[in-house]
């Protein structure tokens, strides 16, 4: 059975199919496949029974199937609330419309869900990428739009091209005011659960064998980094992160919980510089962690609630987007010279039981040795002169990790050495502690900045020394010096010494590359995703709007709006009015006024149409001029012509040819200028 005349111009439905295309490809790294198979199977059903003449599915048949996907993303998802879950339900509903696609309001329909389809994969980028793909294909779905809500035949592409184009540029300032007013919320406006909240990369609330090493494979951006002067050194470049306190012999953690709340403060406890600070802006990347990330010892960050436990900068609420905040820090510090005895009892707890070859040999250097400085240096020589190396790929350890790593396998990563160096100073009767965080940056030279990745985590120790508080030692530096100085390719591949030189130019160029990239995206972060509400505060001050608040934004916000939208609409009216008529228009009534010359006289409720059946009606003998004369100019003022030029010229001459004379039989008369 064929379809009846009311289904949609093929060409049209085409475009539709494209427009939903563009804005599902990107869903489907997070759809399962057979939801993507369904969207394939669909599209492609829609496109050949159009051009066949199938018939539609029927209603029973559509609705059993919705029903049966209803239930298959309940079970793939395990709910139909979560970001991923309702994004992959609308998807599959707008497949299946595609089942019973038939006129301009299913095509409408359709065009619209296609907008909430672009939002949706801003749900899980919003990268610069992803703009950049999203927005050539927003475009394409207003050009659709255009043409799906005319029942004509298709417009022409560059007539709608530039429609769609005139239009986003009259939307460009509300969307301007939107974006710098609208006030800003703590984390993502969304707040439906994902389940990629808890699989976050970057550091971890705890440290075991392995953790860092996991990390440390990872090349995504952990923060970026602006010096207000010159940087530091590479090996003065430890970010501070999770301070763990407490270890069970597997894993280290904070601690006590009482002790730990307890201990958090508004500013750094203890904290006393020996000398000048380094200030600096960080760009945070979203971690679903409470810390902030500054280098080592941070005295300071501009940022609203701000806490400090064990010099770590905390944030009272989770980083669910990225952040952007002023710090200073001291890179020459002392750090709570007075230990509180709580605390020293934490510090040197160890499990009552294991590694006992680790405790013997911590307990023959505190007897053989005086001071803490000679059990540190026993230590470093142990790293330094036994046959240890630093890997990734360590091998897995058993019930007592410290013990194996010492004296068996001698091979590990960063969190290996500081463990093992904590776990031998605690035994010799000296306090020390486990940091996390970052070691060293990348420069970019293209962006003047600095790059943290989550391929710098790295760990050391801190041990307290009388009259010197918490002092960093960092036993990776006895192992791989290179890792401190140069960063973590050159210790793990030995600098690529052994690669040849067109390699090696190959990589510079790749390096240059993906630093400009970064430039890129580092300028879309600062200006565009870090644009929260700190960021706002700080914007509206320095475009004179002082303690702005969310009344005044919303006020001044509404204002502009109205403003621009009188403005808008000003200018139409000024166009209606001031604009000369259009070309097609001038010869019609040129047209009109020589019938009037004969005695046929438009009235003023008739339209083109109309009036020409009248005129040819009374006049026979003029009726294929008057028929050919009102076609094309109803063609070109309202239907749209391909070519709208020769048309013109077409309709122009026909008119300068039509000279009517006053009764039929006479001979026409000659044209008078009007």
Not at 68 to 92: E, P
Not at 227 to 233: I, N, T
Not at 597 to 606: A, S
Request: hydrophobic content about 45%; charged content about 20%; some cysteine.
């Amino acid at each position: 059975m064929r379809v009846n005349s009311a289904m949609l111009h093929y060409r049209k439905v085409d475009q539709v199919l494209i427009g939903l295309a563009l804005v599902i490809l990107p869903q489907v790294q997070h759809l399962p496949v057979w939801i993507t198979a369904l969207v394939i199977l669909c599209g492609i059903w829609r496109a050949v029974s159009l051009r066949r003449g199938w018939r539609n599915p029927r209603r029973w048949a559509l609705t059993l199937v919705a029903i049966v996907c209803g239930l298959g993303i309940f079970l793939t998802y395990g709910q139909l609330n979560s970001q991923d879950a309702g994004t992959a339900l609308l998807v599959t509903m707008v497949a299946l419309k595609l089942m019973e696609l038939r006129g301009r309001r299913d095509a409408l329909l359709l065009v619209f869900l296609g907008y909430f389809l672009v939002v949706t994969n801003f749900l899980h980028s919003q990268e610069l990428p992803m703009v950049l793909w999203l927005t050539p294909a927003t475009v394409w779905l207003t050009m659709v739009l255009l043409d799906v809500a005319r029942d004509d035949a298709p417009l022409p592409w560059r007539y709608r091209l530039r429609t769609t184009a005139l239009l986003m540029l009259q939307a460009l300032p509300l969307m301007l005011v939107l974006f710098l007013l609208f006030p800003r919320l703590p984390g993502p406006l969304w707040g439906v659960p994902s389940p990629d909240d808890a699989a976050t990369t970057g550091l971890s609330d705890s440290m075991s064998p392995g953790s860092i090493s996991g990390i440390s494979q990872s090349n995504e951006v952990a923060f970026r980094v602006t010096f207000d002067e010159s940087a530091p050194r590479q090996q003065q470049m430890y970010w501070r992160g999770p301070v763990f306190r407490e270890f069970d012999g597997q894993t280290w953690r904070y601690g006590d919980e009482a002790l730990r709340e307890g201990s958090i403060s508004r500013q750094p406890e203890g904290l006393q510089p020996l000398g000048p600070a380094i200030s600096y802006r960080v760009t945070l990347e979203p971690s679903n962690q409470h810390w902030l990330m500054a280098l080592d010892m941070p005295a300071s960050i501009e940022r609203r609630n701000v806490r400090y436990l064990d010099g770590q900068a905390l944030a009272t609420e989770p980083v669910e987007e990225r952040e952007r905040y002023d710090a200073a820090s001291y890179p020459a510090y002392r750090l709570q010279i007075e230990l509180p005895e709580e605390l020293r009892q934490q510090a040197l707890h160890l499990p009552n039981s294991g590694n006992a070859r680790a405790r013997a040999l911590a307990r023959q250097w505190a007897e053989e040795y005086a001071s803490t400085d000679e059990v540190i240096a026993a230590a470093m020589r142990l790293f330094n002169e036994q046959p240890f190396y630093y890997t990734l790929e360590a091998a897995v350890l058993g019930d007592e990790p410290v013990d194996e790593f010492l004296f068996d396998t001698r091979e590990g990563f960063c969190e290996h050495y500081a463990s093992a160096f904590a776990y031998l100073m605690r035994a010799a009767g000296i306090p020390a502690r486990i940091v996390t965080g970052y070691l060293g940056t990348e420069h970019n030279p293209i962006g003047n900045y600095h790059i943290v990745r989550q391929s710098n985590a790295h760990a050391w120790t801190e041990v307290w020394q009388e009259g010197m508080g918490w002092v960093r030692h960092d036993p990776t530096a006895a192992v791989a010096p290179e890792r401190i100085e140069q960063g973590i390719n050159t210790a793990l591949d030995g600098g690529g010494a052994a690669a040849g030189e067109g390699l090696m130019n190959l990589r510079r160029l790749m390096i240059r590359l993906e630093l400009g990239r970064d430039a890129i995206n580092a300028l879309w972060d600062a200006w565009v995703l870090a644009y929260g509400p700190e960021r706002q505060v700080e914007v509206l001050e320095r475009l004179g709007l002082r303690d702005a608040n969310w009344r005044s934004m919303a006020t001044t916000m509404g204002v502009l709006m109205v403003v621009l939208l009188a403005l808008h609409y000003a200018w139409i009216g000024w166009q209606a009015r001031t604009l000369s008529p259009d070309a097609p228009s001038r010869h019609y009534r040129l047209f009109c006024r020589r019938l009037e010359r004969i005695g046929l006289t438009r009235k003023p409720h008739e339209g083109p149409v109309d009036f020409a059946a009248r005129a040819a009606a009374q006049r026979p003998d003029l009726a294929a001029q008057i028929r050919h004369i009102t076609d094309l100019y109803v063609a070109l003022r309202y239907a749209g012509c391909k070519d709208e030029s020769a048309a013109l010229h077409t309709l122009q001459q026909a008119v300068r040819n039509f000279r009517p004379p006053r009764k039929a039989g006479e001979q026409a008369h000659p044209a008078t200028a009007s």
